[in-house]
Protein backbone atom coordinates (compact mmCIF):
# COMPACT_ATOMS: atom_id res chain seq x y z
CA UNK A 1 0.00 0.00 0.00
CA UNK A 2 1.02 3.45 -1.03
CA UNK A 3 0.50 7.21 -0.14
CA UNK A 4 1.10 9.54 -1.90
CA UNK A 5 1.69 13.86 -0.96
CA UNK A 6 2.28 15.95 -3.38
CA UNK A 7 4.26 19.36 -3.09
CA UNK A 8 5.25 22.35 -5.25
CA UNK A 9 2.85 23.66 -7.61
CA UNK A 10 2.34 27.27 -7.61
CA UNK A 11 1.02 30.05 -9.77
CA UNK A 12 4.21 31.03 -12.09
CA UNK A 13 4.83 32.93 -15.87
CA UNK A 14 5.16 31.05 -18.83
CA UNK A 15 8.95 30.09 -19.34
CA UNK A 16 9.27 29.68 -15.48
CA UNK A 17 10.35 26.19 -14.00
CA UNK A 18 8.88 24.59 -11.02
CA UNK A 19 9.97 21.10 -9.55
CA UNK A 20 7.15 18.93 -8.38
CA UNK A 21 7.78 16.30 -5.35
CA UNK A 22 5.82 13.85 -4.44
CA UNK A 23 6.61 11.81 -1.04
CA UNK A 24 5.76 8.11 -0.80
CA UNK A 25 5.25 6.30 2.04
CA UNK A 26 4.29 2.28 2.50
CA UNK A 27 5.99 1.32 -0.18
CA UNK A 28 6.57 -2.55 -0.61
CA UNK A 29 8.91 -4.66 -3.34
CA UNK A 30 6.00 -5.01 -5.74
CA UNK A 31 6.03 -1.36 -6.38
CA UNK A 32 7.19 -1.05 -9.66
CA UNK A 33 6.81 2.31 -10.91
CA UNK A 34 5.53 5.99 -10.57
CA UNK A 35 4.06 7.89 -12.68
CA UNK A 36 3.08 11.79 -13.14
CA UNK A 37 -0.20 12.72 -14.83
CA UNK A 38 -1.83 16.15 -15.17
CA UNK A 39 -5.87 16.66 -15.29
CA UNK A 40 -6.92 20.43 -16.82
CA UNK A 41 -10.87 21.63 -16.41
CA UNK A 42 -13.28 19.55 -19.09
CA UNK A 43 -10.04 17.33 -19.85
CA UNK A 44 -8.78 13.96 -19.12
CA UNK A 45 -6.24 13.37 -16.98
CA UNK A 46 -3.15 13.19 -19.07
CA UNK A 47 -0.02 11.16 -18.60
CA UNK A 48 3.40 12.99 -18.55
CA UNK A 49 5.93 10.46 -17.54
CA UNK A 50 6.97 7.47 -15.90
CA UNK A 51 9.80 6.42 -14.15
CA UNK A 52 10.85 3.07 -12.27
CA UNK A 53 11.47 2.97 -8.73
CA UNK A 54 15.01 1.23 -9.82
CA UNK A 55 15.65 4.71 -11.92
CA UNK A 56 16.53 2.72 -14.79
CA UNK A 57 13.83 3.63 -16.96
CA UNK A 58 11.99 6.72 -17.88
CA UNK A 59 9.90 7.70 -20.72
CA UNK A 60 7.65 10.92 -21.45
CA UNK A 61 4.43 12.00 -23.09
CA UNK A 62 5.49 14.03 -26.26
CA UNK A 63 4.01 17.28 -25.28
CA UNK A 64 6.95 17.57 -21.84
CA UNK A 65 9.73 15.28 -23.54
CA UNK A 66 12.66 18.01 -23.77
CA UNK A 67 11.07 20.01 -21.00
CA UNK A 68 10.28 18.06 -18.04
CA UNK A 69 12.39 15.49 -16.05
CA UNK A 70 11.39 12.74 -13.72
CA UNK A 71 13.32 11.24 -10.82
CA UNK A 72 13.77 9.50 -8.34
CA UNK A 73 15.48 9.91 -4.59
CA UNK A 74 15.55 6.58 -3.16
CA UNK A 75 16.85 7.95 0.09
CA UNK A 76 14.08 9.81 0.66
CA UNK A 77 11.10 8.21 -1.21
CA UNK A 78 10.53 10.81 -3.47
CA UNK A 79 9.44 11.15 -6.94
CA UNK A 80 10.65 14.99 -8.63
CA UNK A 81 8.99 16.42 -11.71
CA UNK A 82 11.47 19.01 -12.93
CA UNK A 83 8.89 21.28 -15.10
CA UNK A 84 10.79 23.89 -17.53
CA UNK A 85 9.70 26.00 -20.22
CA UNK A 86 6.31 26.27 -18.86
CA UNK A 87 3.35 27.17 -21.13
CA UNK A 88 0.29 28.41 -20.46
CA UNK A 89 -1.60 24.89 -21.76
CA UNK A 90 0.65 23.26 -19.01
CA UNK A 91 -2.20 24.56 -16.50
CA UNK A 92 -3.77 22.11 -14.41
CA UNK A 93 -4.06 20.50 -11.56
CA UNK A 94 -0.51 17.50 -11.36
CA UNK A 95 -0.80 14.22 -10.04
CA UNK A 96 1.62 11.78 -9.17
CA UNK A 97 1.02 7.73 -8.95
CA UNK A 98 2.31 4.54 -8.12
CA UNK A 99 1.17 1.20 -9.22
CA UNK A 100 0.68 -1.67 -7.09
CA UNK A 101 3.03 -4.44 -9.16
CA UNK A 102 4.34 -4.84 -12.32
CA UNK A 103 1.78 -3.74 -15.63
CA UNK A 104 2.88 -5.63 -18.34
CA UNK A 105 0.99 -3.29 -20.51
CA UNK A 106 3.12 -0.36 -19.79
CA UNK A 107 2.85 2.83 -17.75
CA UNK A 108 1.53 5.30 -19.89
CA UNK A 109 -2.18 5.20 -18.81
CA UNK A 110 -3.76 5.76 -15.48
CA UNK A 111 -5.21 2.26 -15.49
CA UNK A 112 -1.24 1.20 -14.42
CA UNK A 113 -1.72 3.25 -11.50
CA UNK A 114 -3.43 1.93 -8.29
CA UNK A 115 -2.51 4.80 -5.85
CA UNK A 116 -2.67 8.63 -6.32
CA UNK A 117 -1.76 11.60 -4.51
CA UNK A 118 -4.67 14.52 -4.33
CA UNK A 119 -2.49 16.63 -7.06
CA UNK A 120 -0.94 19.70 -6.72
CA UNK A 121 -2.14 22.88 -8.62
CA UNK A 122 0.01 24.45 -11.57
CA UNK A 123 -0.98 27.61 -13.19
CA UNK A 124 1.03 28.88 -15.70
CA UNK A 125 0.25 32.60 -16.87
CA UNK A 126 1.04 34.72 -19.74
Known amino acids: QVQLLESGGGLVQAGDSLRLSCAAS????????MGWFRQAPGKEREFLATITWGGGSANYADSVKGRFTISIDNVKNTVYLQMNSLKPEDTAVYYC???????????????????WGQGTPVTVSP
Open 97 to 115: ASDSGFSRSGYYTATAYAY
Open 26 to 33: GRTYRNYA
